[in-house]
């Protein structure tokens, strides 16, 4: 089955400091996996996906994500926070299905930047 | 237009009541997607529509009926809900027949079951 984890429930990271969220897969075949970021009292909002090609994918926002298939990893990065980064961060796989999008989101992690 | 409009925002409804979400996209988008999501927690699918046909039903209870009259809109017809059914309803679009390619959500209605 495909699925994704993320150990961290919280992460706190002082405004101007790199940050990082936490993200493995487990799949069978090639994985396909993505970050989306949730704003209170909002719909999810993409960030950036992996499907094949660099190792290292960039996405919105200054966010960059690193593919590490021997640590079946894919931790999302930005070199240096904004307070405005604060959210909730989802990595999701993809599970193979028909014409459609079926996505399995992991637990979620909560980014505070500190001013 | 790049956007997924859900109205209402917010609904407040009692247990015997019948009430429906709308979901709206223009974005030529041909598979649409409902998502149940309870306060800090992940997203869960509950209905995939693909070419205005509902092609997922994750053993969702009947008191929850899906429609997609066409393929712009989605609605979700509620009925009999219960207290525990309380959560934001996100409805999704993407691309349909294409692979890997990013869902874009509504805001969402925060639905109180009272």
């Known amino acids: 089955a495909q699925s994704v984890a993320q150990p961290e429930d919280q992460v706190n990271v002082a405004e101007g400091n790199p940050l990082t969220v936490k993200c493995t897969y487990s799949v069978s075949g090639n994985p396909y996996l993505f970050w989306y970021v949730q704003y209170p009292n909002r719909g999810l909002q993409f960030l950036l996906k992996y499907i094949t090609g660099d190792n290292l994918v960039k996405g919105s926002y200054g966010f960059e994500a690193e593919f590490n298939k021997s640590q079946t990893s894919f931790h999302l990065k930005k070199p240096s926070a904004l307070v405005s980064d604060s959210a909730l961060y989802f990595c999701?796989?993809?599970?193979?299905?028909?014409?459609?999008?079926?996505?399995?989101f992991g637990t979620g992690t909560k980014l505070q930047v500190i001013p | 237009d790049t956007e997924v409009t859900q109205t209402p925002k917010h609904l407040v409804m009692g247990m015997t009541n019948k009430k429906s979400l709308k979901c709206e996209q223009h974005m030529g988008h041909r598979a649409m997607y409902w998502y149940k999501q309870k306060a800090k927690k992940p997203p869960e699918l509950m209905f995939v529509?693909?070419?205005?046909?509902?092609?997922i039903n994750e053993s969702v209870p009947s008191r929850f009926s899906p429609e997609c009259p066409n393929s712009s809109l989605l609605n979700l017809h509620l009925h009999a809900l219960q207290p525990e059914d309380s959560a934001l309803y996100l409805c999704a679009s993407s691309q349909a027949g294409a692979t890997n390619e990013k869902l874009f959500f509504g805001s969402g209605t925060q639905l109180s079951v009272l």
């Open positions: 529509y693909s070419y205005e046909k509902l092609s």
């Open positions: 999701a796989v993809r599970v193979p299905s028909g014409g459609y999008q079926k996505v399995t």
